[in-house]
Nanobody, 114 residues
Framework: QVQLVESGGGLVQPGGSLRLSCAAS????????VGWVRQTPEKGLEWVSI????????SYANSVKGRFTVSRDIAKNTLYLQMNNLKPEDTALYYC???????RGQGTQVTVSS
């Protein structure tokens, strides 16, 4: 079964860190571009980051550049999003996504609040 399963969300104070995980099954993460999007009622769906399949190159939204880092573990078939210096405006439901085939996980909630 082809699917993405996110984990690692939670409540964190401003300035804190979280690492999200995205376990892929049914396909190798190294063969596809995979990344992260987030959603809030106010802003809707926002693209966060992407990792290319071939060279592992990464891109980030300006709002998270320098604070978030996307990585992958080919052996574990898992994608990660390391989020540092979190801000209240990072509060959202975070989804792992594979644009090819419009695949998305169920999401994991990140709440940044004091």
């Amino acid at each position: 079964q082809v699917q993405l399963v996110e984990s690692g969300g939670g409540l964190v104070q401003p300035g804190g860190s979280l690492r999200l995980s995205c376990a892929a099954s049914g396909f190798p993460v190294g063969f596809y571009a995979v990344g992260w999007v987030r959603q809030t009622p106010e802003k809707g769906l926002e693209w966060v980051s992407i990792m290319n399949s071939d060279d592992g190159g990464t891109s980030y939204a300006n709002s998270v550049k320098g604070r978030f880092t996307v990585s992958r573990d080919i052996a574990k078939n898992t994608l990660y999003l390391q989020m540092n210096n979190l801000k209240p405006e990072d509060t959202a439901l975070y989804y792992c996504t594979r644009p090819n085939g419009n695949l998305r996980g169920q999401g994991t909630q990140v709440t940044v609040s004091s």
